[in-house]
């Protein structure tokens, strides 16, 4: 079993930025990517960024390429989502999760890959 918990999440005006962080625990070679999510009220839970742990390739959907950056370091198994130029559409909860053993993203991270989640940090982008 690998446990996640995020934090970093907080208020911020739009334009501003953000880091959230993402320490993992437990079995953390029983993953291959690690994929960040985020969800509204109403709304299903939409993968945002994801980098695989066996080469640190990363991918991104396209609401946040360009803006956002993934990044892990090795050596503390934390995994980090730097936030720029947010909008007010970025607010969300946002979570990390680590993906099923034999899953390696090549786009942005599939909710149904997913097994082992944090639990969620928000992010509130406002004037």
């Known amino acids: 079993q690998v446990q996640l918990v995020e934090s970093g999440g907080g208020l911020v005006q739009p334009g501003g930025s953000l880091r959230l962080s993402c320490a993992a625990s437990g079995s953390t070679l029983a993953y291959h990517a690690i994929g960040w999510f985020r969800q509204v009220p109403g709304k299903e839970r939409e993968g945002v960024s994801c980098i695989n742990t066996s080469d640190g390739s990363t991918t991104y959907a396209d609401s946040v390429k360009g803006r956002f950056t993934i990044s892990r370091d090795n050596a503390n198994n934390t995994y980090y989502f730097q936030m720029s130029s947010l909008k007010p559409e970025d607010t969300a909860v946002y979570y990390c999760?680590?993906?099923?053993?034999?899953?390696?993203?090549?786009?942005?991270?599939?909710?149904?890959?997913?097994?082992?989640w944090g639990q969620g940090t928000q992010v509130t982008v406002s004037s």
């Open positions: 999760a680590a993906g099923s053993p034999d899953y390696y993203c090549s786009g942005p991270p599939l909710l149904s890959e997913f097994r082992a």
